[in-house]
Structures are given as structure tokens and as C-alpha cells.
T-cell receptor, first 112, second 112 residues
Framework: EDKVVQSPLSLVVHEGDTVTLNCSYEVTNFRSLLWYKQEKKAPTFLFMLTSSGIEKKSGRLSSILDKKELSSILNITATQTGDSAIYLC????????????FGQGTRLTINP | SAVISQKPSRDICQRGTSLTIQCQVDSQVTMMFWYRQQPGQSLTLIATANQGSEATYESGFVIDKFPISRPNLTFSTLTVSNMSPEDSSIYLCSGRAYGELFFGEGSRLTVL
């Protein structure tokens, strides 16, 4: 059974801190790994990673995939209160059709 | 990016009734999916909505309980049938476009 595990499940830090969120996976027919930010209901897309070792960056957020370790990290530097959200990791697999398998999410709280 | 509109955004329903959620995408998408997010949980794929044919359901989900339609490339509906309190959840429509997976705003259902 395909599995995606995120850690930590919950994290509370102060504004300005740097955080690292982890995602590990155990799937067959890996296609890509995606990160989403969920603040209210709809997850919003952050990154899609397909190649190992290539960092993707967007402002204060960055992410990298390690296919050998079957894992990915999401880094957020100089955190702001607006970064408070649930961060979801999902792995795209192919099982007759493409589909996403989601991790449990990391609830990040940034205190002022 | 694609914009996905979902309605209703929320509803309170009585046990034993059925509710249909609509999903409209502003551009043609290759694939559409329906997810469920139960309180405190991550996203679980219910089914892939196939245009002009029966949806492909994931393990644990059946057509009688969650009938899905997709008459064209930009529109889909999910019906939650004979609801019970266990069906209280956020239901999310998503579509694949431009290599990314976009989500609707979600429909929060509460079953009394």
C-alpha cells in the first residue's frame, strides 16, 4: 500500500525562525512529489519535484527531493505569521491512472 | 493556473438525505478528482471523474454512495447519498492542468 508520512505533525515557532518540514514516502510507480499549503479549505500549490537533488525555490520557501532516501524537505526561512497553515506533501503515483497520495500534513503555527 | 469553483461552499444536512456538489473549472482539464478531508485528517481520494463514462473509485468508496458525473471537460458533480454523521467532511474537487493539480475551495458538509 502506498504511504506518505510527514513530520513533525505539529510545529510552533516564533516569527523569524527557520523551519524544515519532512516528507517520506513508500510507493510504487513514483512520478513526482508535490507540496501544498492549506490555510482554510483549498490547498494551494507550492512545488512539484521530479528530479533528485535539484532545489526549487520561491521567495522564502524552498524544497528538494532525495529519491535515494525517498524523502523531501520543505524549508521556510524568516517565517511570518502568514506562513501559519497546514503543509501537505503528496506523491503522484501511476496505478493505471495518475493519482495523488497525501501525507497527514504538518500544522505550522508562527507566533509573533 | 486554472480556477475551480465549487458549490455549495457549506451545508448542513439531515441524516438520510443526499446532497450534490458541483465543480466548474474555467478551462479544460485533462483529469478531475474528488477528495474527502475528514476533520483533522489529510485528503483521501474518493474517485477520478472520467468524462462521459463511469468514475473510477478508490478502495472503500462505491458508486451507490458517491455517484459522480462528468458530462464535459470542465464540469463534474459528486453526490453524497443517504448521508450519516460520519459523512461530515470537507469535499474537494481538483483538476489537472498545465502539469499541476488545482483544488476548488471545498464544500464543508455537516450531517446532523
Amino acid at each position: 500500500e502506498d504511504k506518505v508520512v510527514q513530520s513533525p505533525l505539529s510545529l510552533v515557532v516564533h516569527e523569524g525562525d527557520t523551519v524544515t518540514l519532512n516528507c517520506s514516502y513508500e510507493v510504487t510507480n513514483f512520478r513526482s512529489l508535490l507540496w501544498y499549503k492549506q490555510e482554510k479549505k483549498a490547498p494551494t500549490f507550492l512545488f512539484m519535484l521530479t528530479s533528485s537533488g535539484i532545489e526549487k525555490k520561491s521567495g522564502r520557501l524552498s524544497s528538494i527531493l532525495d529519491k535515494k532516501e525517498l524523502s523531501s524537505i520543505l524549508n521556510i526561512t524568516a517565517t511570518q505569521t502568514g506562513d501559519s497553515a497546514i503543509y501537505l506533501c503528496a506523491v503522484e503515483v501511476y496505478q493505471g491512472a495518475q493519482k495523488l497520495v497525501f501525507g497527514q500534513g504538518t500544522r505550522l503555527t508562527i507566533n509573533p | 493556473s486554472a480556477v475551480i469553483s465549487q458549490k455549495p461552499s457549506r451545508d448542513i444536512c439531515q441524516r438520510g438525505t443526499s446532497l450534490t456538489i458541483q465543480c466548474q473549472v474555467d478551462s479544460q482539464v485533462t483529469m478531475m478528482f474528488w477528495y474527502r478531508q475528514q476533520p483533522g485528517q489529510s485528503l483521501t481520494l474518493i474517485a477520478t471523474a472520467n468524462q462521459g463514462s463511469e468514475a473510477t473509485y478508490e478502495s472503500g468508496f462505491v458508486i451507490d454512495k458517491f455517484p459522480i458525473s462528468r458530462p464535459n471537460l470542465t464540469f463534474s458533480t459528486l453526490t453524497v447519498s443517504n448521508m450519516s454523521p460520519e459523512d461530515s467532511s470537507i469535499y474537494l474537487c481538483s483538476g489537472r492542468a498545465y502539469g499541476e493539480l488545482f483544488f476548488g475551495e471545498g464544500s464543508r458538509l455537516t450531517v446532523l
